[in-house]
């Protein structure tokens, strides 16, 4: 289906979709188009310049409002999960299940897939997760620390979205 990009409040972010509106994958938002363009290619289409819906831009949406603080429970996308053997799906299942706001260990995510030995692999798998937000492996932290994160600007950027997660659920609680 094509690469779209688009700005959010934290940046220029991409999606790109395979056959049938398959998300093969998402680029968590970094300073500036150039990285992403590199990595996609010319054929990639700027969201905001076409008015027609489609599942890209009702994602970009949904993307761009997650950045300004709102609490995405349900991304409503359908992952393109072929080439991925069935342990990288069952760990990423299993991240999915994180609910916005909380976090879990590598250690709680190995024992959740019958796997308690596999802490090591589990934090491998996130690592290479092609579809970060969608499957937050940004709520995965290691047993005495944060973990590590492959997104632009690394571990600060993943307590950078642990923190706002963390208020806008106090924002939300306290409305109620």
């Keep these: 289906m094509g690469s779209f990009i688009f700005l959010t409040d934290w940046g220029w972010s991409a999606l790109d979709y ?20 590199k990595k996609l290619g010319s054929g990639c289409q700027e969201i905001g310049r076409s008015h027609t819906p489609t599942p890209a ?66 934090g491998q798998a996130l690592s290479r997760n092609p579809w970060p937000l969608i499957i937050p492996c940004h709520r995965v932290l290691a047993a005495h620390g944060p973990g590590g994160f492959t997104g632009p600007g690394g571990v600060s950027t993943k307590k950078k979205m642990l923190d706002m997660e963390k208020e806008s659920v106090k924002r939300v609680a306290g409305q109620a």
């Design 57 to 122: 831009g009702e994602l970009a949406e949904r993307v761009q409002a997650y950045y300004r603080g709102h609490i995405i429970r349900d991304w409503q996308v359908r992952l393109d999960l072929s080439g991925f053997t069935p342990f990288l799906h069952s760990i990423w299942r299993e991240t999915s299940r994180i609910p916005y706001g909380e976090t879990t260990s590598y250690g709680n995510i190995a024992r959740a897939i019958n796997n308690p030995r596999a802490c090591q692999a589990v």
């Design 18 to 37: 395979g056959d049938d509106w398959k998300l093969k994958r998402v680029f968590l938002p970094g300073p500036g188009p150039e990285g992403i363009l």
